[in-house]
């Protein structure tokens, strides 16, 4: 069965410091958070390994040191698959000296893939031999990952620009692993990783909350639960599936979808096989997210039989 992965959440989260100040920085600071989301793709595993995160200035494509502020050098090795909806904080609480800040760059020195194949097996594309098996996976691929352990990948900041100021400042980026990893023309074989990132003001965008419940009286086939229950979100054509949960134990069933640019998004429930329901609203429910905003909505299940 061919399984699509969707929209994932809130990778990295990054509060940090610089060890090397850039040229134009003053000697006030400002705290920064980064946070990476990761968008869609038909993988079992999308692995990657950032060695190093930096701010760079103006400067820096002639004399790679030039105008880097490290944020960083802590090796960290995440599948970007296992975030849906998540926040892995990798570096908290400290300073950034503050100044103006072209590019944010991820070093990623090693990385691969599992993907499912239509015979129901999946084969595995990775950097080296030698990552993989540090990964503890057999490659039987190769993928290739151009120049980003040496100057890092690049990645463009809202508006071109980040002015670092004594305020918290937050950027969103949005891996889209779907659009990042693609097969190499011809018949060699190899993936290529040719990473699709854009990165967003955090202050730009607002949360679905979206809760599910049972009608008085209504109950649900054999030993189902409203956790066997999940919702789909279509981001463009991207669909996130999310199961709900009682996170407080209070018997209300729910699902947050975050960091969502702003615009309506249909959403749908998402019913265990085998059984058929009936909502007290009609299906798919379109809701419109807005800037630093958490808009509610509800679904009530009226009806539920085993088909």
């Not at 698959?81 to 991820?106: M, S």
């Not at 640019?261 to 749908?268: G, L, R, S, T, W």
């Amino acid at each position: 069965m061919r399984f699509r992965l969707s929209t994932l959440f809130l990778a990295l989260l990054i509060a940090f410091t610089g060890c090397d100040s850039a040229d134009n920085n003053s000697g006030d600071a400002g705290t920064l958070r980064v946070l990476l989301t990761d968008a869609p793709g038909d993988f079992l595993q999308a692995v990657v390994t950032i060695d190093e995160i930096y701010l760079q200035t103006d400067g820096g494509d002639d004399d790679p040191e030039d105008g880097r502020t490290i944020l960083s050098d802590e090796s960290v090795t995440v599948d970007l698959l296992t975030l849906q909806n998540e926040v892995l904080a990798i570096v908290e609480d400290e300073a950034v000296p503050a100044g103006t800040y072209n590019q944010l760059r991820l070093v990623i020195s090693g990385g691969f893939i599992e993907v499912e194949g239509d015979d129901g097996g999946s084969t595995i594309y990775a950097s080296s031999d030698d990552y993989a098996a540090e990964q503890g996976v057999e490659a039987e691929g190769r993928l290739q990952m151009p120049s980003y352990a040496s100057s890092g990948l690049k990645i463009v900041l809202p508006n071109e620009i980040a002015d670092i100021d004594s305020d918290e400042n937050i950027v969103l980026i949005d891996f889209d692993v779907a659009e990042s990893f693609g097969r190499e023309a011809g018949n060699s074989g190899m993936w290529v990783m040719r990473p699709v990132v854009r990165a967003t003001d955090l202050s730009f965008t607002g949360t679905a909350a979206l809760s599910l419940a049972l009608e008085d009286g209504v109950e649900l086939p054999g030993d189902l639960t409203l956790a066997d229950f999940s919702a789909s979100l279509d981001k463009g054509g991207d669909v996130l599936v999310v199961p709900f949960t009682d996170e407080d134990g209070d018997g209300l069933y729910a699902i947050d979808f975050r960091y969502l640019p702003p615009a309506a998004y249909p959403i749908d429930l998402v019913a265990p096989e085998g059984v058929a329901v009936e909502t007290d609203v009609v299906l798919p429910l379109d809701v419109l997210v807005e800037s630093g905003d958490a808009t509610a909505a509800a679904i009530v299940i009226t009806s539920a039989t085993a088909e």
